[in-house]
């Protein structure tokens, strides 16, 4: 299946998977409020974003370069200035990611910690219970229960949403330093 996927691409004389984009002019590239504006910090057009990171889901851990085609020609800075805003655009991206990574791991040993806390108390508490009422022996049952629940929520905050995280920030770090070639139609 994925070499069938990775047929639909060609490939650059070195081997890497070259991922095709074609516009008219270079301005398509950039949001409409963002077309023309001076600064190398430009949003990307979300189409152009998510096309790059599907075609990046695609090719998996190929290396990739990105081959613009472009009906007008565009000189030197245009060329600049895209590989610019490319490489921007995917390291703020790749910061966004890290940031909710970052979350994810509070998140984690917020779970953890209140976990070991409670599983602590509920350890003392039945250790203390020996012949008390029923609902003492509830309660010492109940904190049990609700340490085994924060812990497990910490296991599956990391085991489950790391590798997400992981992955994106893997293919903005692919995607902003990835070759860009030129071309005209």
Same mark, same amino acid.
Request: aromatic letters at 12%; proline letters at 2%; glycine letters at 2%.
């Given at each position: 299946? !994925?070499?069938?996927?990775?047929?639909?691409?060609?490939?650059?004389?070195?081997?890497?998977?070259? *991922?095709?984009?074609?516009?008219?002019?270079?301005?398509?590239?950039?949001?409409? +409020?963002d @077309?023309?504006?001076?600064?190398?910090?430009?949003?990307?057009?979300q189409?152009?974003?998510?096309?790059?990171?599907?075609?990046?889901?695609? #090719?998996?851990?190929?290396? *990739?370069?990105?081959?613009?085609?472009?009906?007008?020609? $565009?000189?030197?800075?245009?060329?600049e200035?895209? @590989?610019?805003?490319?490489?921007?655009? +995917? $390291?703020?991206?790749?910061?966004?990611e890290?940031?909710?990574?970052?979350?994810? $791991?509070?998140?984690?040993? $917020?779970?953890?910690?209140i976990?070991?806390? !409670?599983?602590?108390?509920?350890?003392?508490?039945?250790?203390? *219970?020996?012949?008390?009422?029923?609902?003492? @022996?509830? +309660?010492?049952?109940?904190?049990? #229960?609700?340490?085994?629940?924060?812990?497990?929520?910490?296991?599956?905050?990391?085991? *489950?949403?790391?590798?997400?995280?992981? @992955?994106?920030i893997?293919?903005?770090?692919?995607?902003?330093?990835?070759? #860009?070639?030129?071309?005209?139609?």
């Open positions: 299946m !994925i070499n069938e996927i990775l047929e639909r691409y060609a490939r650059t004389t070195e081997g890497r998977v070259i *991922i095709d984009i074609t516009a008219d002019k270079v301005e398509y590239l950039f949001n409409d +409020f @077309r023309h504006a001076p600064y190398m910090r430009k949003e990307l057009d189409d152009l974003v998510d096309y790059l990171v599907d075609s990046m889901r695609e #090719v998996g851990d190929e290396e *990739i370069q990105m081959q613009f085609r472009f009906a007008e020609p $565009i000189n030197n800075n245009q060329k200035r895209v @590989r610019t805003s490319i490489h921007n655009y +995917f $390291i703020y991206l790749k910061g966004l890290v940031l909710e990574l970052k979350k994810l $791991i509070r998140r984690f040993m $917020i779970f953890l910690l976990g070991f806390s !409670i599983m602590a108390v509920s350890v003392w508490v039945n250790d203390h *219970i020996n012949h008390a009422s029923a609902l003492s @022996r509830v +309660f010492a049952e109940g904190l049990t #229960v609700a340490a085994w629940v924060s812990l497990w929520e910490a296991c599956s905050t990391l085991l *489950i949403n790391w590798s997400p995280h992981r @992955r994106q893997k293919w903005c770090e692919k995607l902003a330093s990835a070759p #860009v070639d030129f071309s005209h139609v």
